[in-house]
Each structure stands twice: as C-alpha cells, then as structure tokens.
C-alpha cells in the first residue's frame, strides 16, 4: 500500500474537449458560478476533461506502468463520435468542496461505451479492474454549495481520441503522456 504522504503522481486515461468546446465550457461554468454565488476556483480551461479511468497514484511515475497502459490503450478500437452535455448539477462531496459538473442524456453513451472498453482492456491485462459504475461527467468547478440538476446549452464536440495523462499532484498540472485515435 502506497504511503499518502508521499502520492506525487497520478496517471489516468481521459477525454478532452477540442478548443471551441473548452472555451464555451468555460464561460458556461463562470455563469453557473455566478447565478448561484459559488464560492470556489472554475478549473483551468486547458484541465477541462472526462476522465474515462484511473490507473494509480505514485510516489514516483513507474515507467512500468506507463508502458503498460500505453500497450493496453493501444488495444482499444472504437470509432469516433460526439458527446453532448446538456445539463448541470452538483455532486455530493463536503459542505464545502461540492463538485459542479456537466452531465447528459443520451449525448454521453459514447463516452461510456469507451470507458467499458479501455476498462476491459485493463482489466485483461491486469492493470486494475473495469469500474462497476461510472458516470460519464466533466468537473467544471469545487462549489461551497449543492446545486440541483438544471438543463444548460448543450455543449457538444466531436471525440477523435483519449489520452492517458500523467498530473502532478497539488501543482495543477496535466502532461498528455500519449493520445490514442478512435475511428
């Protein structure tokens, strides 16, 4: 069991939105903060993503492991498509750190169908196991306050890929360690 303490590294597959999408996803979440008087920081345009799956946390990146998530990941074929967010709501978290995040109907499918995939993948290769539920959602901000499910413009963009990244702990940082084309 890896100490806490010492946890620097994390490395996880996800998606990320095309420049447009990210920039309309941004002035999206500073309305909502606004509407609703939420206290909190909006994430950084460029960390906007949808994580897809967790790998691990580390002391130290295990280019053991970055290798066998990049061969896993190269498995994976699915064709391109496009998600569609149409709605907003808070998850449950602390009083004080309650995730806003976008979610979708119907607009989220592919997203779900490829994290089903890539966890499938991993599991096969024994580099963890393929979530049990998952949620198919983009943190726009950490809110002091819960805010109810509520429809928004829908903001939707084309998935031509996924990317395992490697963030740095603590420091807000995202290094895009591989991109895997779909389609």
């Excluded at 805010?147 to 603590?170: C, K, N, Q, Y």
């Amino acid at each position: 069991m890896t100490d806490r303490r010492h946890v620097t590294d994390r490395l996880f597959f996800a998606v990320f939105p095309d420049g447009d999408a990210a920039a309309c996803v941004a002035r999206l979440a500073r309305e909502l903060q606004c509407e609703h008087g939420l206290k909190g920081k909006a994430l950084a345009t460029e960390r906007l993503h949808v994580s897809l799956h967790h790998v691990g946390d580390y002391p130290h990146l295990p280019g053991d492991v970055v290798s066998a998530a990049r061969a896993v990941a190269e498995t994976v074929r699915m064709p391109a498509f496009t998600v569609a967010f149409n709605s907003a709501a808070s998850f449950r978290g602390r009083s004080d750190n309650q995730p806003l995040v976008l979610r979708g109907d119907d607009g989220i499918i592919g997203l779900a169908t490829l994290q089903q995939a890539l966890g499938a993948a991993m599991e096969r290769a024994g580099l963890g196991r393929c979530a049990a539920r998952y949620t198919p959602h983009m943190t726009l901000m950490y809110g002091d306050r819960f805010v109810a499910d509520r429809r928004v413009e829908i903001v939707t963009w084309p998935v031509r890929e996924f990317v395992l990244v490697h963030s740095l702990l603590g420091r807000s940082s995202y290094r895009a360690m591989a991109r895997f084309p779909l389609g």
